[in-house]
């Protein structure tokens, strides 16, 4: 089993929508979590930590349920520069390093 | 604030050569993790240096590859003799701890004919 894994879309979805992307990681003793987003060929930048109280940064919402091992993130109001790949980031069991995910692609369409 | 520093951003390179890449960190940070990323497998970790000392070689592919980090503001990943199969996007990151929001270069595009 992948460490985390994501559902590779691509999500194709009109400006103005909701988007919903959920990511497993394998590792019960990860602390730290985190949504990154990838633009083509560009590196990838931190979007949001993710907490486990859950997370709000404008039309971003980042969810952790430890007891099933997922994490989420909510794109409200989707615009056009949303468009990009989201890495979903997981630390490893001895907290000494990230795991990412393969990333979901998400388009955004006018 | 100049963020992680990577060079060169292209490379292309025939098959037998040696490649190396070359990476300054973020000033303070204690963390440097050598990553690689391809279309079919994703963002791979190949090694990470903790202070200055390689913690996990894991992901190194194989004997071909090999990091330094002689010091806090320099690394370098080597590839003797590459491959085609070597071609990749090969990112560093740098952070303040190993399991802290990392910061990535711009990334070395190399493609080895």
């Known amino acids: 089993r992948k460490e985390v894994e994501q559902d590779p879309g691509p999500f194709n979805v009109p400006e103005g929508a909701t988007v919903a992307f959920n990511c497993t990681y394998s590792n019960s003793a990860s602390q730290s979590f985190f949504w990154y987003r990838q633009d083509c060929r560009k590196e990838p930048k931190l979007l949001m930590s993710?907490?486990?109280s859950g997370n709000e940064d404008g039309r971003f919402t980042a969810q952790l349920n430890r007891a099933s091992q997922y994490i989420s993130l909510l794109i409200r109001d989707s615009k056009l520069s949303d468009s990009a790949t989201y890495l979903c980031?997981?630390?490893?069991?001895?907290?000494?390093?990230?795991?990412f995910g393969k990333g979901t692609t998400l388009s955004v369409s006018s | 604030d100049a963020g992680v520093i990577q060079s060169p951003r292209h490379e292309v390179t025939e098959m037998g050569q040696e490649v190396t890449l070359r990476c300054k960190p973020i000033?303070?940070?204690?963390?440097l993790f050598w990553y690689r990323q391809t279309m079919m497998r994703g963002l791979e970790l190949l090694i990470y240096f903790n202070n200055n000392v390689p913690i996990d070689d894991s992901g190194m592919p194989e004997d071909r590859f090999s990091a330094k980090m002689p010091n806090a503001s320099f690394s370098t990943l080597k590839i003797q003799p590459s491959e085609p199969r070597d071609s990749a996007v090969y990112f560093c990151a740098s952070s303040y701890s190993a399991d802290d929001e990392q910061f990535f270069g711009p990334g070395t595009r190399l493609t080895v004919l």
């Open positions: 980031v997981a630390s490893n069991q001895a907290g000494t390093a990230l795991i």
């Open positions: 000033s303070g940070h204690n963390s």
């Open positions: 993710v907490y486990s």
